[in-house]
């Protein structure tokens, strides 16, 4: 099992828990889509730095998560910088003036967000289509 511990004292609004079950679930599909042979472990966040007692992903993701090495340090690295994100309203990352993530992490999020999104909407998740337009 994988875990980051730090404790502090913030709690998650609904928009961050819903940036937070999406991020987990398009990860997860591209992680089960692409790299369905790797080894996997169960994902566990016990504690995101400024945030204490609020990232069970089982309760974000609707179930548990199971990820490869590679997509779980991409899904802890997403969780961190989308809880640090200063911009009040925060804005789509494509269209943020100021960007959280270093650029090899955010080529990552854009295939992990071109993968899922086109399984989801091809699957019947019409939502999808509309957030990822606009």
Do not use: W
Not at 12 to 29: N, S, V, Y
Not at 33 to 58: M, R, S, T, Y
Not at 78 to 87: E, N
Request: hydrophobic content about 40%.
């Amino acid at each position: 099992m994988t875990s980051l511990t730090v404790m502090n004292q913030r709690t998650l609004d609904d928009r961050q828990r819903k940036d937070l079950r999406t991020l987990a679930r398009f990860i997860g599909i591209y992680c089960h889509g692409l790299h369905g042979a790797e080894p996997k472990e169960l994902v566990q966040i016990q504690h995101i730095p400024g945030f204490a007692n609020i990232c069970d992903v089982e309760k974000l993701a609707g179930k548990n998560l199971v990820l490869c090495p590679h997509c779980r340090k991409l899904l802890l690295h997403a969780f961190v910088k989308r809880l640090a994100c200063p911009m009040v309203p925060k804005p789509m990352c494509k269209h943020c003036p100021n960007h959280c993530y270093a650029p090899a992490y955010r080529q990552q999020i854009r295939e992990v967000m071109k993968y899922a999104g086109r399984k989801l909407v091809l699957g019947g998740r019409v939502d999808y289509l509309f957030h990822l337009l606009f």
